[in-house]
Each structure stands twice: as structure tokens, then as C-alpha cells.
């Protein structure tokens, strides 16, 4: 995929289907990419909304179930996908980022025997949906799985966003508004997706294991709070994001206590090469 003129082609050089949402706004320099999930289970209801001006919603770009991807508004214009956020010390996250939505329910629930989405009101099938603890909850919940083919979808474009737009990061719509939104949740990978994205050269030079049961922290220091009851079992498979001090910013490779992307501070003098 290439981007030209901030409308995004294939690899053809056809453009991506366009869709232009009448809720935008003015002309900007993105600095973020945030990633979503639209909380319904079809592209088309996606697509409706972001064409309902009464919506009041948008985003730059919607990628379906099977990978195919559809855009909204050009890359230099700003969507309402946001809402009250912030974010290293900006405020209103629509008017400094590109948006990404994924067709995913989101958080399902049990009717009788079937799981389902509660917006739309779709049967997920059980192979579908996994148990999980977001990170900014207690408690595991269930959540509608993503496919495949939407993550990789995601790591190539967001890998072009910020390869193009010299984009600061890449978060979760959980990371700027965590008091009010779930999206994208702990069904997606987002250390590994931001990881690639932002460069990294080498995808297997970081992978560890603990060498003993160790402590994953909030922070690079024993004044920091445990993010998990137990430690780390010992051969925990880990993935080092970066260093700081004789501290390493992981991302937990397994499930742990229900967290399925758990990613925190170990000390690590306790990572050994598998």
C-alpha cells in the first residue's frame, strides 16, 4: 500500500475504497494513530454511521473482518473519532490523530446458550470470543476475538502511517479516554502491533524468558506497584520493548491472571535468552 495526496491505494496503485464523511472537520498535521473497535459486528453498519451526518461520528479508516479496508476522509483531515481524550499533555486527541476503526464487537455477553454483541445484537460465534482482563479493569471479561487477516492489516497500515506522517505512537482509544472506553481491549495485541510499527528492525533479537519467578512492575523501580497478585512464573516468554537503567519494558509473550496483553517492567538481570 502507498499513500499519495493522504488517500491511501493498493499495491495496484487502485485507491482504497473512499467514503467521504460528512463529519470532519478542518485541515491538520497528525502526530498519533489511534486504534478502535467499532463495538458492532458488520462493516456496513460502520460505514452507515460514519455517513450519517446526524452521527456526528468518523473515522479516517474501517478494516473488516477479512482485511479489506475502507477510508473516510484524507489523512490531513481531521475525523471525530475521539472525543474527550488527552495524551502527553494534549487535550482532544481528534485534532492531532489518525483514526483507525476495526468491525469487532468489543465486550460480548451471554444469551442463554449463544454469545453476543450487545449493540447490534449479533450471535459471535463461542470459537470467537476469548476471556480477558483489560488493563484498566479488575476483572476478566469476554471479548469478541479479532482475525488475522485485521491485524496484519492494521501492522501495514499503521507501519505506512508512521513511516509517512512521522507519527509520535501508536494507542488504544483505552489509552486517551481509559475512564470511559475499552477500545481496542485486551483481544488485541497492541504492544506487539505499536512494536512493529514504530520500527522495530529485528522481531526475534528481544524475545526472553524469566530465569526465576520475578515481579512485573508499573514502572522502572521497586517503588513501582505490581501489576499482577503473583510473579512471573520462571521461563515466562517475554518480548523487551526498551531499557531504561538495568530495567526492561516487556510485553508478557502468554496469558497471565486472565491479562492476555500484559506488558510492564521487570528488572533484568532475570531475562535470559531462550
Same mark, same amino acid.
Given at each position: ?15 482504497? /475504497? ?11 498535521? /497528525? ?16 460505514? #452507515? ?6 452521527? $456526528? ?16 476522509? /484524507? ?12 495524551? #502527553? ?20 455477553? +451471554? ?10 445484537? +449479533? ?9 480477558? $482482563?483489560? +488493563? ?64 522495530? $528492525? ?12 520475578? #515481579? ?20 515466562? +516468554? ?7 537503567? #538495568? ?21 533484568? $538481570? ?5
Amino acid at each position: 500500500m502507498n499513500i499519495k495526496n493522504h488517500l491511501l491505494y493498493d499495491d495496484n496503485g487502485k485507491q482504497i /475504497p473512499f467514503f467521504n464523511t460528512p463529519n470532519k472537520g478542518r485541515k491538520y498535521t /497528525p502526530q498519533y494513530l489511534v486504534i478502535h473497535f467499532t463495538a458492532v459486528t458488520t462493516a456496513r453498519s460502520s460505514v #452507515n454511521w460514519f455517513m450519517n451526518k446526524d452521527a $456526528k461520528a468518523s473515522a479516517h479508516l474501517l478494516i473488516d473482518k477479512d482485511g479489506s479496508i475502507t477510508q473516510f476522509a /484524507p489523512f490531513d483531515i481531521v475525523t471525530w473519532h475521539a472525543g474527550k481524550s488527552q495524551w #502527553n499533555g494534549i487535550v482532544g486527541l481528534n485534532s492531532h490523530s489518525i483514526g483507525i476503526e476495526i468491525v469487532n464487537g468489543g465486550r460480548v455477553r +451471554k444469551s442463554g446458550a449463544s454469545w453476543i454483541c450487545p449493540v447490534d445484537m +449479533k450471535v459471535i460465534p463461542e470459537d470467537d470470543v476469548v476471556t480477558a $482482563k483489560h +488493563k484498566n479493569e479488575a476483572e476478566a471479561s469476554h471479548w469478541h476475538e479479532y482475525t488475522p487477516e485485521q491485524i496484519e492489516a492494521v501492522i501495514q497500515l499503521s507501519t505506512l502511517l508512521v513511516k509517512t506522517y512521522g507519527l509520535k505512537d501508536v494507542i488504544g482509544h483505552d489509552d486517551i479516554s481509559p475512564l470511559r472506553k475499552s477500545d481496542p481491549g485486551p483481544a488485541f495485541p497492541m504492544a506487539s502491533v505499536r512494536a512493529k510499527a514504530m520500527g522495530r $528492525k529485528d522481531e526475534t533479537i528481544d524475545d526472553y524468558v524469566t530465569s526465576t519467578a520475578v #515481579n512485573i512492575r508499573s514502572g522502572a523501580g521497586t517503588a513501582f506497584s505490581q501489576l499482577t497478585q503473583s510473579a512471573l512464573p520462571k521461563n515466562t +516468554k517475554v518480548e523487551v520493548l526498551k531499557r531504561e537503567g #538495568n530495567w526492561s519494558f516487556v510485553e508478557v509473550q502468554q496469558t497471565v491472571e486472565g491479562m492476555n496483553d500484559l506488558e510492564g517492567w521487570i528488572f533484568s $538481570k532475570y531475562l535470559i535468552k531462550p
